[in-house]
């Protein structure tokens, strides 16, 4: 029963209740991971896939993950390497010239809440600075949003840049305006449609 | 009211289609509807073809412009776009749209000065985009001081305020609508004017949201939209509320919207 509480808080938005019930489990001995994956990243799948299907809204996803998050917070502190593993690191951000920020958010959110370890750059954000920091961070991923069919080009320019020096990090897009025949026009390894597509899609692409 | 029809969008597919297919009929149709379904200006937008953008604006401005009086609304962050489509452009469009975005601001900025040219201003700038109604005010106020140092006249000049998806931040509408309130007291003439679909973005019926933020900033003192002047839910909506915002004398539009079945229950 117990880690099925967890998860049901979870898709209850449970917010004011969530740390003490991760209290409750931890002292009666219940797994660190499995509170972690079976009970808040299941959940949070969970309600992605009900917001794929249109039964969840924006301001529900919003709710869960901060809910999540309540949890998380109690959890982090015993985390450690081995319970810890983080399903990869990504670097994200808004490209140049673009000021969107609400979607590349959103996916952010649910990228941690899916238990990637994410670097968020912010919005209008140059080249270098992508480079850079797919560099230091050693990412895996590297998620570019962008809200204009104006500054979609830019997402052409760092897929040919990190191509051309053989970095083999993986680039997804996205943005209301991209679809999956840009991504693959410009040779992207994935598109996705919504904050929830893209966990999926970030999950695949670590899979290989 | 200034109302420009949103419709003759590259990025709709029947325009995608229209443009590939060099079809000016479809396009002429579309903007005749939209005027005598009440728009004043005809928005046009080529950007989903940016190689091909100048171009394809230019065409879109002179095939609309073959069938009816309306001005177009020249939908591009693109100077040279703009340029181009001004050129061939008879009597005087709104420019859609400058910023305080360094690039836009000084290259859209030359175009403007000395001109009768109306222009869209986003409150929008290269720290962002506003998300308080103090951010939009000290952006507007900065847009207004240099469009008008720059000799456009306040009248020509429609703020737009930026509408973000209240979805993701309880206080999106509410910001929204305080900045058209005090930027339509605080300079008197100018207008405001924004698109209304973003507010709904992540939420189910949206139409019915569109419509009741529509009817709000109405009353705060918005006196234009970009929108789909074929959407009858929409434009009862709007003549409902320009007529409670003492903004219709006798009541003439909302009685000629009754009568034009606008109103009806759809």
Redesign the interface.
């Known amino acids: 029963m117990a880690v099925k509480d967890i998860y049901q808080a979870v898709l209850r938005f449970d917010r004011k209740g969530m740390a003490t019930l991760i209290q409750k489990e931890l002292d009666s001995g219940t797994d660190i991971t499995s509170l972690l994956n079976d009970g808040l990243i299941a959940a949070l799948d969970e309600v992605g896939e009900r917001f794929s299907r ?1 039964e969840l ?3 529900e996803m ?1 709710q869960a993950a901060q809910t999540a998050q309540e949890g998380l917070d109690v959890l982090k502190p015993l985390l450690t390497e081995t319970n810890s593993r983080s399903a990869g690191i990504v670097v994200i951000g808004t490209v140049k ?1 673009d ?4 979607g590349k ?2 996916v952010k959110m649910m990228l941690k809440g899916a238990g990637f370890q994410v670097v968020d750059l912010g ?2 954000v140059p080249l270098e600075t992508f480079v850079q920091a797919v560099d230091e961070n050693r990412a895996d991923i590297l998620a570019l949003s962008a809200l ?3 500054t ?2 830019a997402m052409a320019d760092a897929v040919a840049r990190f191509r051309e020096n053989g970095n083999p990090v993986k680039i997804m897009v996205g943005g209301a ?1 991209v679809t999956d025949a840009f991504a693959e026009k410009i040779g992207a390894d994935g598109y996705a449609g919504d904050a929830s597509q893209a966990v999926s899609l970030a999950r695949r692409l670590m899979a290989g | 009211m200034i109302i420009v029809g949103e419709l003759i969008n590259a990025s709709r597919k029947p325009v995608a289609a229209a443009l590939e297919a060099g079809d000016r009929k479809a396009v002429a149709r579309l903007a005749e509807e939209q005027v005598s379904a009440g728009a004043d200006y005809v928005d046009v937008n080529a950007g989903l073809y940016e190689d091909r953008e100048a171009e394809l604006l230019c065409w879109l401005v002179k095939t609309v412009q073959s069938t009816v009086q309306a001005p177009c609304s020249l939908d591009s962050p693109s100077p040279g776009a703009i340029e181009a489509a001004l050129a061939v452009h008879r009597g005087t469009p709104m420019i859609n749209s400058i910023s305080l975005e360094k690039d836009r601001w000084d290259r859209l900025l030359p175009i403007l000065r000395g001109t009768g040219l109306q222009v869209v201003a986003l409150c929008m700038s290269d720290d962002g985009m506003p998300e308080t109604c103090d951010q939009r005010l000290t952006i507007a106020e900065r847009l207004i001081q240099g469009l008008t140092g720059a000799g456009v006249p306040l009248e020509n000049i429609y703020l737009d305020p930026l509408v973000q998806p209240v979805s993701t931040n309880t206080n999106y509408g509410i910001e929204f609508l305080e900045a058209v309130d005090r930027i339509m007291k605080n300079w008197p003439g100018v207008h405001t004017l924004c698109g209304m679909s973003n507010i709904s973005f992540g939420l189910p019926d949206r139409r019915r949201i569109n419509e009741a933020f529509l009817v709000m900033a109405v009353s705060r003192g918005l006196d234009g939209a970009i929108l789909n002047p074929l959407d009858r839910r929409m434009m009862g909506g709007l003549a409902t509320a320009e007529m409670l915002a003492g903004r219709d004398d006798f009541c003439a539009r909302y009685l000629e919207a009754y009568r034009g079945g606008l109103l009806a229950d759809s």
């Not at chain 1, 000021?99 to 609400?102: C, E, N, V």
Request: hydrophobic residues 45%; glycine residues 10%; aromatic residues 4%.
């Open positions: 249109g809204f924006i301001p919003l010239g000021l969107h920020d609400i958010s959103l919005v209008d204009l069919t104006t979609m080009p305006p």
